[in-house]
């Protein structure tokens, strides 16, 4: 008797037909789908978000006057780092012993609407280098309130009248049913 090799074996050994009669290798299936969503799962293994050396704010946007804390990281630790709003220094922060600097920045009284810039600088990770972490940040004094008042209301009310009418319906073809 001749002996096949492992391989085409397995491969007969796991031959399945379908509803339609056709035999169907589940192992190459399955093996196709394993690779096809390994690649899919790539890009979770790219670097970690949000990277390191960014800028991170509690607020994208926020009226003049009002406070918000951003925070940036990869400075040289227990170093001093400025703080900028539209090129205007607004604070001098003290990196942590990791590096982390934070500031709590107050949006000018005067800055105009639209977009701001939010600037960290100061000596980087290597404690040689300038670094310079910069966010876009949007001042907004308020945009008007667009809309009508008491839509919430409305809304419920319809929810409401779309349940009972659908209740109705389901009594009503269960009373016909009866009678018949």
């Given at each position: 008797m001749r002996r096949r090799p492992v391989p085409a074996l397995l491969c007969r050994i796991v031959q399945a037909p379908n509803r339609h009669g056709d035999t169907v290798k589940i192992v190459p299936t399955l093996l196709l789908t394993f690779v096809v969503s390994l690649a899919f799962a790539a890009p979770g293994l790219a670097q970690p978000y949000?990277?390191?050396?960014?800028?991170?704010?509690?607020?994208?946007?926020?009226?003049?006057?009002?406070?918000?804390?951003?925070?940036?990281g990869s400075?040289?630790?227990?170093?001093?780092?400025?703080?900028?709003?539209?090129d205007d220094t607004v604070a001098s922060v003290e990196a942590d012993d990791q590096g982390n600097a934070t500031a709590t920045i107050r949006v000018p009284s005067d800055a105009p609407d639209g977009p701001a810039t939010i600037t960290f600088e100061g000596l980087g990770a290597d404690c040689e280098t300038i670094q310079v972490l910069s966010a876009g940040f949007t001042v907004d004094s308020g945009l008007p309130r667009t809309g009508a008042e008491g839509v919430d209301r409305w809304m419920a009310l319809s929810g409401g009248l779309i349940v009972v009418g659908g209740t109705m319906v389901l009594y009503t073809r269960r009373r016909r049913t009866s009678i018949h």
């Open positions: 949000p990277p390191q050396q960014a800028v991170l704010c509690a607020s994208i946007a926020e009226p003049p006057g009002d406070s918000f804390e951003c925070s940036a400075f040289c630790p227990d170093t001093t780092v400025s703080v900028s709003f539209n």
